[in-house]
């Protein structure tokens, strides 16, 4: 009997394998890391939709939520969530620690308890910040019917508790967990909050598709702000070797209750003063002292 | 033998969860509903993904279609999700209802059957008014090959697919169910249309990441825009406890056969007149007549 | 008994089923295909997914992956997907075919079988150009600490991964499928890349969400563009019948090493010469000289 | 183009349809019950294998259980599988009730309410109980190395942990739902106990498969027995139509401390006296007085 | 770093795959086959479930069956399941054919399209007479309350309905899968019935675990049999090889109306005559004359 | 607004859930283990089917199968259910282990790791045997048309794979995964075998329902049993607290070549002479010369 075209195709299968596994082109950099596990972005990803259920306990997940049963579904979810969650911690710390303590590296598992157990008693607090970006979505946009709606619909709400939960784990100093993180809200709501920003209560994205926040990021309680606003950084600074200098201070200050209309550009470390309101479309490189109103010259 | 570094972790456990599951802070709102079940996002979108393979037979779902399986398997999938739908609607209706009758709510479920069964009513004409927003998208794009192309991968076909399903509940008088229909949409595509806008036959967005369609909108019919277009609300006028005021006309209207090129935004209940070709990046907050074509000085 | 609601609703139940397949308003144009298969979205994003995971080994699917047991895992996985995607390649070629063979179409069967060798041949040099997109991440963004942390969570590796694979079926002459795989980046990114646009090595594109780049764009090495670009068409010329021709070069050459800051659109078959810098949000529809910085008089 | 195999083969399937969903030959007549639902064989397995975990907690289901986090784990599952359960329950009670009260039954809800809060405070009783037959097993068994490997590993542990659920289920005035559970059991182990005959504490089942216990046995405290043993009906009434008489008294009474080795049969409504051994292959259709061994000639 | 415990399990992997590949010890015997397919066991369970729940609308799969969508599903479902069905059926032809005509084999897949089309002309006559054999589940059983019940619980009924469809698949010519559908129903059951065998309406097996029914047995109509009844073969000629000699009828005939109780066991091509009852535990292996009634001496 | 049934359910849940936690009734005993965790069933099963499909490659999983794919699917089954299995050997071993290491127990870990690797080393080994037991099957009933069919369907081919593999591990050392995974294949077949026995090459269970084979039987190369047979023990004896002792030797001796049929049943540390033949039903407690044929006076 002849072959099959199947067959036909697998004569090249093994060379076809042989090449794509080879190193030297610098796809499999993680070799160097002898064993040690690379963290997996679909447990990560569950983690972090888990945690979502338990700090608006009743809206996503069990939907028969009573006040008899909460506790006992958010604490199983939470100590379920903890463990998959320190498991992932633990391959971020390894993926850039230089310990010589072979591949099961002790020491980064028991860092990883450590910020695990530290994150667990920041959730309470995290939650609360949350209420009230509920609050300011809900007085931020005359379509929200109630604070329910904006929890279960609205992208913005989504991306910063994302964000708040990221950015907690940055601030405990693991490794890129909290970029994945931020990049599935990404995805998901096409607002890209790097994890390293920092950012007050009461904050607002509405709409939100384009919205960049970047990496050093300074904004205050209570700014809103719209779809396609980049608060981004204006150029870099290259080291000796043409490489890009990393950590450097680069992106704006924004201080209280500041609020920035659809499509608005604002690079570089510059300050936006309180109470000022950015007009949409508007690109804008300089400090812009409180209480502005700044538009283009177009609307 | 020594406690593991979970068993630390859980010494925190119990104290976290009670403090997730305090009210004070406004998370649990629903609880004022007494036991009445919220709606739940996971069914809502599964039943509307469904609606669109019987929408298009053929396209989603069942591969084997043929003309003599179609009704079949196009009435199995309907009746499977029409019993889902039916039971969002009721949850949605009991999310706002001040009915006394008790935890079950009989009044919203015999509601929700009426709406359910309109609605089932209303999908063939819902169908039609989608096979003309295809044709647009194939004669609106010169890199269309084919309608069916548009069908499969156009995400401003799909956009305005779960567009008109979540509008046509919106007019049934179902809360909270489209705004969850169309926020879906908004996170595959990008594109942001609020249910409660009024769209006429023939729309076709082409790309579309970074549209926004508020909830006044009026679109005529034959109307083209792309990706970055937005049409919303200048300002919202609160009322005397700082909140805004809900339910104002505040976004734009937009007559028949206008064309709204990329990044365009346009803000107001404004109104650009039939034929007009509003060219990209342009910012308007003003009535724009007939046959007009703006652009901006850079181009 | 009297009847249940969910009986009243399914008493229309048989006429809606019988409206909604009716041929007549051309939803039903894959009837003429006379039983070929359509081809299945979920497949083919399926397929790709995977392919993904084999060109980055180690990345993405099995997590304790070794310099021993990596061959075998990309060996079985990419026998597995060359199979369905196959399938998928020969239900894309019948879609456009007038074989007159009959409904099974061994002509498109065999043209799929070619076709799927000689793109496993092509997935080595994929996979080579890919690491140069790595690389130029990695040194394009200061945010970015490792190369493994671009191919983690970058949603731009993400879509110009997609891009590639799409592209190189594209230039086998498979149609539909290679849109299907680039509306899936598109969808999870917010990067809208034409298929059938040409793109050199070292290509990055920073957060990413609102970029189109046009189905006849040429971009050269080395090139950085940022959200928000547009690289599209300016208008299309129409035949007698008022249809768009297709097939026209009407998107721009970007030359090597051009950045391209967030927002701006370029339209139109013009080309940006070598090194040149185009500002944010600036509109270009001209040729730009090598070399040239373009801003806009606001920034 | 020809028509495919596959529609030539539709060709008949309409008609076959009809056929099949013809009422006349009687397998339609849950169609008399207008419209309630039967019970799903599927929901209810999936309920007992979850109180089975919270039986046995740390056994099946979570694996990192610890004192900490069990409490959680074991309310959310409770919790969880008890509301699947009342709505089995409701559907059991329907499937036998009278009521005229239309088709949703609020009597056969509430009662099923009720007998779901009884059922569910008779849990700990119940695990009392599974915790003697554990015991009995692992000194039954000269190959146990643990108690924890009979709650692991014995297919007589599993049948009789199903039975005693199934059993109080029974006592509870609950139809059907009991013999799916011990149905379900019967085909993981081969073991058949009808879940209304009655068993004493400290019961173990070596082997198992081939043991058929029926409905009106009763086995009274510490009795062992052997695959392929029944305890049946000799032969049964048939009333004035020749149909057999339902809920006659007519299987073995088993006293404390019997053993009954493998392939014993014992028919009828005699009695097995305290502290007798039945041999293995033997027949028995008469009272055996206490403290007797019964084997057959040929051993 | 020193290599992980998994990197030197990993040493003896390449060479445990090698041995474990080669063909020399006859694992391998498909490899003679060309590339052709073998039958999937997994899809042909599914297949065989489904059908279950089209033969009997209502008791399995879709909950909420009302007489309006009853042919909906039913359809739906038939149409599913015929196409999975075929590609077995088709490889179960290709499992034993001859055909030169290359790996795909349209000679085979052509027949299996015949068969297929004639297997579901006969479902309407196999639905009669399962209804038959669910009529005498309840008139045989007292502890049976209806009709339902022995549909949802009784393992007989469920073994006796895929024997009844792997039977006719058996008389339409398809090799293999009428096998995997009997030992499917086997594992689930204990009830062993190979499909070769001739049983006619009214069949009804109690209990059920260890019964085994051969080949060649022929069973009249309305009989009824218990749990580790064994209709086998007494022993088999052996051909010049030392090989058996397939195909010889070698088991019993069971005349209408017998009753056989648990643990007899009959032996070779004899005859039971009608009317016969035979007492449990009973070994016969000659003719047993009409309306005899046969008992071991120790009961 | 009243409550709920399901939140007067709930009120007795915390009490419930109380109650089912205490350790005083030896429910917990695992808490002992401070930590540990124990193995995991489900995990189990996955691993030993997955070892299935690599022993009969092509048979099961995979079913495009070629010369040339084989060893990449092969290779990567066995990659990734060696680390699964090893993380169940390393938790049996800790079931029973007194390491003072802590509850992470690395000397538990590290023995797995050389157990898992010795088991991998004789994986080709076990295939061998199989084979021949595949081939015993084909040649022992006259049923078979092949000996695929008898890898594809019958259950003593399952069971038997299952026993050799969990025996292995017994050899090996490993506590209670043996157990877990014969008690499986005694779940799926009705065939019940220790894995402690020692069975020689081909070796044929035919049906199979009901069969036990107990811990300490030795039985030779080239037996067949029939379905029913159970090799047991005739009784133990207990210690001085009436606890039975554990290990002795009690079970029976099985030379090559002998013939078992249905029913029989041999108890205790008695031999059956080489090429004896014992008839169906018999009950056998003493040794059996060379050459014998035994058969119950009623056959």
Redesign the interface.
């Known amino acids: 009997?002849?072959?099959?075209?199947?067959?036909?195709?697998?004569?090249?299968?093994?060379h076809?394998?042989?090449?794509?596994?080879k190193s030297e082109?610098?796809?499999?950099?993680?070799?160097a890391?002898?064993?040690r596990?690379?963290?997996?972005?679909d447990q990560v990803v569950e983690a972090v939709e888990a945690l979502r259920s338990?700090?608006?306990?009743?809206?996503?997940g069990?939907?028969?939520?009573?006040?008899?049963?909460?506790?006992?579904?958010?604490?199983?979810?939470?100590?379920?969530v903890?463990?998959a969650l320190?498991e992932q911690i633990k391959r971020g710390l390894c993926?850039?620690c230089n310990h010589?303590s072979?591949?099961?590296c002790p020491d980064c598992?028991?860092r990883a308890?450590v910020i695990?157990?530290e994150f667990?008693?920041r959730?309470?607090k995290i939650?609360?910040v949350?209420?009230t970006d509920?609050?300011a979505a809900y007085?931020?946009?005359?379509?929200?019917?109630?604070?329910?709606?904006t929890i279960?619909?609205?992208?913005g709400i989504l991306a910063v508790t994302y964000y708040r939960l990221a950015h907690e784990l940055c601030t405990l100093g693991v490794?890129?967990i909290p970029?994945?993180i931020t990049?599935h809200a990404?995805?998901?709501?096409?607002i890209?909050i790097?994890p390293?920003a920092s950012i007050g209560e009461r904050f607002f994205i509405d709409?939100g598709?384009?919205?960049?926040i970047?990496?050093t990021c300074i904004i205050g309680r209570n700014v809103r702000i719209?779809?396609?606003v980049?608060l981004?950084?204006k150029s870099?600074p290259l080291d000796e070797h043409?490489?890009?200098?990393?950590?450097?201070e680069?992106h704006p200050i924004v201080e209280d209750e500041v609020v920035i209309y659809?499509?608005a550009?604002i690079?570089g470390r510059v300050t936006i003063g309180r109470r000022s309101v950015i007009g949409?479309?508007?690109?804008i490189?300089r400090d812009i002292p409180p209480g502005s109103t700044v538009t283009?010259s177009?609307?």
Chains 1, 2, 3, 4, 5, 6 share one sequence.
Request: hydrophobic share 35%.
């Open positions: 009997m002849s072959k099959t075209q199947n067959q036909v195709r697998q004569s090249s299968l093994a076809v394998v042989n090449e794509l596994c082109h610098g796809m499999l950099s993680w070799l890391r002898g064993g596990l690379l963290p997996s972005r338990v700090l608006y306990p009743g809206y996503f069990v939907s028969e939520m009573t006040e008899e049963n909460m506790r006992f579904h958010v604490g199983a979810t939470l100590d379920r903890l463990a320190q993926f850039v010589d072979g591949p099961e598992l028991e308890a695990t157990k667990l008693d959730l309470p939650q609360h949350l209420a509920v609050q007085l931020g946009d005359p379509a929200a019917t109630s604070t329910d709606e279960f619909c609205y992208p490794p890129l970029r994945i990049e990404h995805s998901l709501t096409g890209d790097h390293g709409h598709t384009g919205v960049v970047g990496e719209y779809q396609g980049t981004g950084a870099f043409g490489n890009p200098i990393k950590g450097i680069r659809s499509g550009t690079l949409g479309n508007v690109w490189t283009t177009l609307s």
